[in-house]
């Protein structure tokens, strides 16, 4: 089982920076390839960032790619996403989620709570 807690959404304006983390539990997350996951109102859910467990490999959505970092602390069991020259689409609550272990695919088996990102324009 895995527990993962998002932190560092916020209200912030067209232009801005934000940085989430995700603190996850247990000693396997180093084992885990991490995503970030977002929802927005009456939209479906779109995968934006996601880092391989070998950590050198990484994936971003079009409408992120050039704006949107993730990286990764496994000493710190945490992940990240930072977030620059946002823009009022991308408002939305953004998940973290973590894959079984020593796979890299499009399935997430644990999901946090979310936490949301509003931009004003």
């Known amino acids: 089982q895995v527990q993962l807690v998002e932190s560092g959404g916020g209200l912030v304006q067209a232009g801005d920076s934000l940085r989430l983390s995700c603190a996850a539990s247990?000693?396997?997350?180093?084992?885990?390839?991490m995503g970030w996951v977002r929802q927005a109102p009456g939209k479906e859910r779109e995968s934006v960032a996601a880092?391989?467990?070998?950590?050198?490999?990484?994936y971003y959505a079009d409408s992120v790619k050039g704006r949107f970092d993730i990286s990764r602390d496994n000493a710190k069991n945490t992940v990240y996403l930072q977030m620059n020259s946002l823009k009022p689409e991308d408002t939305a609550v953004y998940y973290c989620?973590?894959?079984?272990?020593?796979?890299?695919?499009?399935?997430?088996?644990?999901w946090g709570q979310g936490t949301q990102v509003t931009v004003s324009s």
């Open positions: 247990g000693r396997t997350f180093s084992m885990r390839s």
């Open positions: 880092i391989s467990w070998r950590g050198g490999s990484t």
């Open positions: 989620a973590a894959q079984k272990p020593y796979t890299d695919d499009v399935k997430y088996d644990y």
